[in-house]
């Protein structure tokens, strides 16, 4: 992943400023820029000028960004495009997970489907043997595929010999429905429960323990400090915690600041590009984008923290987060990439008991 220097993030939101203030097109511009981030630049100013009501403007400005990229990264075309189904105003379009298929749609993306394998592979090898009947809490559990693939894998690495409980913790009752359907084909139905509840619900609640709690792309939906107090609340009924999660600095950085503005452009940018690559109807790949992927990004776009729906962190802060809240009685016991390229990563993390 790219970053700014404190330089250029200043020079960024002067710049900014300035366009806004004087109505400069791209092409009137004349600000010094490095030459393989001109494309995050435009994205950056187009996408604050849409947000802020200057559309025509904003438009402009990610149409010319579009003209000039390249190597896979293409959310300025992405965006413009997605402007263009929504009358030029960054919109959600619906609630996030609403329906289930666009969600289900990205985890079939050949990307998606090679880290999860990763994540598997890591967890039977960090994951210690269990000799008592496997408790299982899955934290934003999706369709349940992940959970069966785990559950199915560590009982083939024989880390696990019997299924004693399986918790399915998700917000959205369609995809509850659907993760009890798949996890209730490999154990019996008296053994899964489930709390159709957001994460920031869950940890207080809780009055069993588990062995494992698995949080894949599901804990980044509250700020760090909310993460903190939701953390701690989950420790003292784990043993182990397996995190799976995307690799960008989407929690601190404000509205309308640089440093988001890149990571965004660089993580979903990716992300985008790698659906619509995947072999599927088209119609199929523009709801994953629109319904899932562009609800999340516009919101990091119109939405100041802690209003907004996403707080993805870097994998370092990530490393703070856990060392504060789990430490000294959970070590790190593997930090391992499943996917990396030079703008988007997914990493896997698991600290255990000692």
């Not at 693939?149 to 509850?176: C, F, Q, R, T, W």
């Not at 043993?239 to 309308?256: I, Q």
């Not at 609800?295 to 703070?320: F, I, K, P």
């Not at 959970?330 to 499943?338: I, N």
Request: one cysteine or more; glycine letters at 6%.
């Amino acid at each position: 992943m790219l970053f700014l220097s404190s330089l250029e993030k200043a020079q960024w939101s002067e710049y900014a400023r300035d366009i806004a203030r004087r109505d400069l097109a791209s092409d009137d511009f004349r600000g010094d820029i490095r030459a393989n981030l001109l494309p995050a630049f435009r994205f950056y100013v187009g996408a604050m000028l849409t947000s802020t009501g200057q559309h025509k403007l904003g438009k402009q400005w990610i149409t010319s960004g579009a003209l000039i990229e390249d190597m896979g990264q293409f959310f300025n075309a992405f965006l413009s495009a997605f402007l263009e189904r929504h009358e030029g105003r960054l919109q959600m379009p619906e609630t996030v997970f609403a329906d289930p298929r666009p969600y289900l749609h990205f985890t079939t993306v050949p990307v998606m489907q090679k880290s999860r394998a990763s994540l598997l592979r890591q967890c039977g090898h960090t994951i210690p043997k269990i000799n008592h009947p496997f408790r299982l809490m899955d934290i934003g559990c999706g369709d349940g595929a992940l959970t069966a693939a785990l559950l199915n894998h560590l009982k083939a690495m024989g880390k696990i010999s019997a299924i004693g409980e399986v918790l399915l913790v998700d917000p959205s009752p369609a995809m509850l429905t659907l993760a009890e359907e798949t996890v209730g084909k490999m154990i019996p139905s008296e053994r899964i429960k489930t709390l159709n509840q957001r994460i920031e619900q869950v940890a207080g609640k809780l009055n069993d323990s588990f062995d494992m709690a698995l949080c894949s792309l599901s804990y980044h939906h509250m700020p760090y400090e909310q993460k903190v107090v939701n953390l701690r609340e989950l420790k003292p009924w784990i043993d182990h915690l397996v995190l799976f999660e995307l690799d960008a600095n989407h929690d601190f950085p404000e509205l309308h600041s640089p440093e988001l503005a890149i990571s965004l452009y660089q993580s979903y940018g990716r992300m985008i590009d790698f659906v619509f690559a995947h072999d599927a109807p088209i119609e199929v790949a523009q709801a994953c984008v629109d319904r899932f992927l562009m609800n999340e990004a516009v919101s990091l776009l119109t939405q100041r923290r802690g209003e907004r729906n996403d707080y993805h962190m870097l994998c370092t802060q990530w490393h703070v987060l856990l060392e504060q809240v789990l430490g000294p009685e959970f070590l790190r016991l593997c930090d391992c990439p499943c996917h990396a390229d030079e703008n988007f990563s997914l990493f896997m993390i698991h600290y255990g008991k000692g």
